[in-house]
Every structure is written in C-alpha cells, then in structure tokens.
T-cell receptor
Framework: GAGVSQSPRYKVAKRGQDVALRCDPI?????LFWYQQALGQGPEFLTY????????KSGLPSDRFFAERPEGSVSTLKIQRTQQEDSAVYLC???????????????FGPGTRLTVT | KNEVEQSPQNLTAQEGEFITINCSYS?????LHWLQQHPGGGIVSLFM???GKKKHGRLIATINIQEKHSSLHITASHPRDSAVYIC???????????FGKGTHLIIQP
C-alpha cells in the first residue's frame, strides 16, 4: 500500500515568501505529526493532529508557522514570511492509533527540503 | 523535557564487525523507537519497544526501562547498513517523538 507522501520534495523560497508544504498520510491513520530537521540535527517536534483536531502545537517556532488538517486526512504546514533560519527538512509522520495508546508506530514521509535564500 | 543522548556520534567500522549504538534518556517513557535515515532519504522505523529485546534479521534492540537505556546492535555489518541511526523515545508527557542527534555509521568493505 501507499506510504506517507509529501510534496513538494524540494522548495526554494526567497526570504519573505509564504510556502505551503503538503502531507498525505497513510489512509485511515488517525494521528499526524510534523517535525523539523535542521542540517546535521535530529528532528524536532512541531505539531500533532488527532483526526482534524490539532492537539499540540507547542513545537511551532513562531506564529509564522501554521498547520491544518481540515478533513482529518491531508495536512498542510504553512510558513509565512519565510526566514533563512526556516531552512530545514520538514518531515510528516502518521500513525494508526491515537496519541495516548500505549505503543504506536509512526510512518514517515520522505520530507520536504526547504531552502530560504 | 526528555533529554536523549546517543553514543557514539560517529562510528566507522569494517564489514563484518559487530556494531553497538547506545541511547539514554532522562524521563520515563511508554516506548522507544529506533529509526534509520539514509542520506537524502526519509526515515524508516526499525524497532519500537517498551521492554526486553527485539530482533529483526541482523538487527537487535534492547531496552532497560529502569535504567532508561537502550542499545541497537548490528551483527555481521555490511556496507548497506551505512546510515544515521536515531533513537527516539515516545511518551513521557510529550506528544510526538523526542529524537536523539543520531549516530552516523559507516561500514567499509
């Protein structure tokens, strides 16, 4: 079956531009996570959805970052007025079970590499 | 916040060697994930474990919940095992995974 897909795979934006990154989770997966991975670092949590509800957005670095999942499937991460420090790989992951289930496995997409010039 | 430490950060070994990567964390968790990331590639989940030991092919993962420590072992290592291996606890009050910085493994033929 299809895994998690993300688009675009690569995005170059000029500083100040707005960008939108898309994540298509595995069909039927309840939980969806966004992570940010800076060059040479491990990923960092950004936000978490259970179905269409955004239950945790504590990792979003500023109010320029906004995520939505209006129908509980596809999610979009939007970054407004991009800055150079936003350059990173943005990873999406989905999971069959809700957060809080004792154990759950996350399936990762290939990521979107964002470069802000 | 869960502090996750991995060691070593970098490891170069010869084909066939037994590899061990260690992970320690500071906060009680519900499970620990071992992930593999190839350069320019996505992340693949290798193991998710909450106790004891799991084995998949040449890979073995162990966890000691009381000591807050986990290890990933690779037996009969092969150049295709070259990748970044990341330890990521889940739970402990955090949504999502908390990631270690990763171990860069290179297996030379």
């Amino acid at each position: 079956g299809a895994g998690v897909s993300q688009s675009p795979r690569y995005k170059v934006a000029k500083r100040g531009q707005d960008v939108a990154l898309r994540c298509d989770p595995i069909s039927g997966h309840v939980s969806l996570f966004w992570y940010q991975q800076a060059l040479g670092q491990g990923p960092e949590f950004l936000t978490y959805f259970q179905n269409e509800a955004q239950l945790d957005k504590s990792g979003l670095p500023s109010d320029r970052f906004f995520a939505e999942r209006p129908e509980g499937s596809v999610s979009t991460l939007k970054i407004q007025r991009t800055q150079q420090e936003d350059s990173a790989v943005y990873l999406c992951a989905s999971s069959l079970r809700p957060q809080g289930a004792k154990t759950y496995e996350q399936y990762f997409g290939p990521g979107t590499r964002l470069t802000v010039t | 916040k869960n502090e996750v430490e991995q060691s070593p950060q970098n490891l170069t070994a010869q084909e066939g060697e037994f590899i061990t990567i260690n992970c320690s964390y500071s906060v009680g968790i519900s499970a620990l994930h071992w992930l593999q990331q190839h350069p320019g590639g996505g992340i693949v989940s290798l193991f998710m474990l909450s106790s004891g030991k799991k084995k998949h092919g040449r890979l073995i993962a162990t966890i000691n919940i009381q000591e807050k420590h986990s290890s990933l072992h690779i037996t009969a290592s092969h150049p295709r095992d070259s990748a970044v291996y990341i330890c990521a606890p889940s739970g402990g009050g955090a949504d999502g995974l908390t990631f270690g910085k990763g171990t860069h493994l290179i297996i030379q033929p």
